[in-house]
């Protein structure tokens, strides 16, 4: 009796462990299984009893790990397609998560700040440091932001500005919060025209206010006493009218040549011209002028340089704003070589003055427009700040380049350079 209660009890024990281990066996399929998202769990594990309540939980389960692989097929293919959607943009855009991580950025956020590389999930603020920037962030979260915002940021020694639009967009997995999204167009360059527009604007005014306000002064005085005034006070009065009426025409003349060469079509018109011939000429009438006090003028040129493609007319007004320069700021009666030579396949061009000299620091300045070393000195030999900024825009239209060597106390040479296209 005692031995058939045992053997019960053991064989009760042994199904019992069995149905342990099937339990414990499916429970890690089932772990497997949502561990490796793939529906590995087979029909027919039948665990006893429960079996068909074991069929459910794992028909269930595999359909829920089908779903998630699906969703997630679908997360990373509409990830790529923005990537490479966004790659092919010019404008840089960035997506930021609900805490400002970096979730996604294009090329071009790199082209803007090379600085900004392997930047996927580190925090925006450390990515573009602007304060600015961030509080931006916020009100787009907040929905209270302007729907442009344009925005410097301080790289170095250099200010890029951006134009920033910012939205929320709804995360493509199942993330609490929103993520933003912004696009930043580069601005610099326009907002760099923008402040040379403006500076170019208030120098013009400038120059125009002075003579005129001189000119309405002489001619109210003149109004006013020209019938009780000495001859020779009336006469000095109508001197100092015209000579700033010239400044005016000539400040007209210049800009409207500035404005010229700088336009889409500047009126080039080059023909074979021979290059000795036109220099000569231009000295010549530039000696025939009563203002030329005394200076030297002497002309190398190579004769091998022959005849060249170029606008005759504004090469010779090149040549003479260089010579009216050197003329006008080197002493009386000192030396002035214009030298042309053929250099590097190029026709290399010379004008060289034993006056003043430049300072070094006004040196990368020079060409600028309105920009004087000594603005009094320059003005009172009737110059408009122009001349070699009308040199440089015309030598470059040509093709050219155009530069400056001098020292103080030493003189100056300026250079420019034509390509030899002989005809
Ligand atoms: P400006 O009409 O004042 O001469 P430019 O554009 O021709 O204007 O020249 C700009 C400035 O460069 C001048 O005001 C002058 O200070 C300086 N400059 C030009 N040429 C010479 C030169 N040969 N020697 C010394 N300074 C010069």
């Known amino acids: 009796m005692l031995y058939l209660i045992t053997?019960?009890?053991?064989?009760?024990?042994?199904?019992?462990?069995k149905k342990l281990r099937?339990?414990?066996?499916?429970?890690?399929?089932?772990?497997?299984?949502?561990?490796?998202?793939q529906p590995l769990l087979r029909e027919g594990e039948t665990i006893g009893r429960a079996a068909s309540a074991w069929?459910?939980?794992?028909?269930?389960?595999?359909?829920?790990?089908?779903?998630?692989?699906?969703?997630?097929r679908v997360r990373s293919g509409q990830l790529a397609q923005l990537e490479t959607t966004l790659g092919s943009l010019q404008e840089a855009v960035l997506i930021v998560d609900s805490g400002n991580r970096l979730l996604l950025a294009n090329k071009a956020l790199q082209a803007i700040f090379p600085r900004a590389k392997d930047i996927l999930n580190q925090r925006l603020e450390l990515v573009l440091h602007s304060v600015a920037f961030l509080d931006y962030v916020e009100a787009v979260r907040a929905g209270c932001a302007a729907p442009q915002h344009e925005l410097e940021f301080v790289e170095g020694n250099r200010s890029i500005w951006l134009e920033i639009t910012g939205a929320l967009v709804t995360p493509l997995n199942s993330e609490r919060g929103s993520w933003a999204l912004f696009v930043l167009h580069d601005i610099t360059r326009q907002k760099e025209l923008e402040g040379i527009r403006k500076d170019f604007v208030a120098n013009v005014s400038h120059e125009l206010r002075t003579p005129l306000s001189i000119i309405k002064g002489y001619i109210e005085t003149l109004v006013d006493g020209h019938r009780n005034m000495p001859i020779e006070d009336r006469d000095r009065f109508l001197q100092t009218i015209q000579r700033h009426t010239d400044r005016l025409n000539s400040l007209l003349d210049d800009l409207l040549t500035l404005s010229r060469l700088e336009s889409i079509n500047p009126g080039l018109h080059c023909e074979s011209t021979q290059f000795a011939d036109l220099v000569t000429s231009l000295i010549e009438d530039i000696r025939g002028r009563s203002t030329v006090g005394g200076h030297f003028i002497s002309f190398a040129c190579d004769p091998a340089i022959g005849s060249v493609l170029i606008d005759p007319l504004k090469v010779s007004q090149v040549c003479a704003n260089l010579l009216d320069n050197a003329l006008k700021y080197s002493p009386p009666g000192s030396r002035i070589d214009l030298t042309a030579?053929?250099?590097?396949?190029e026709v290399e061009v010379c004008v060289r003055d034993n006056g003043p000299g430049i300072p070094e620091a006004d040196l990368p300045?020079?060409?600028?427009?309105?920009?004087?070393?000594?603005?009094?000195?320059s003005r009172e030999k009737g110059g408009t700040g122009l001349g070699l900024s009308i040199v440089k825009h015309t030598v470059q239209l040509h093709?050219?380049?155009v530069w400056v060597e001098s020292k103080l106390g030493k003189g100056t040479a300026f250079y420019f350079t034509l390509p030899q296209r002989a005809t």
């Open 7 to 17: 053997a019960a009890l053991g064989v009760g024990l042994a199904i019992a462990l």
């Open 22 to 37: 099937d339990y414990r066996q499916a429970v890690s399929n089932l772990h497997q299984a949502i561990l490796e998202k």
């Open 55 to 72: 069929d459910r939980l794992r028909s269930a389960t595999n359909e829920l790990i089908t779903e998630v692989a699906h969703l997630q």
């Open 341 to 345: 030579r053929l250099h590097e396949g």
């Open 365 to 377: 300045h020079i060409f600028e427009r309105f920009y004087r070393v000594d603005k009094g000195r």
């Open 399 to 401: 093709g050219g380049r």
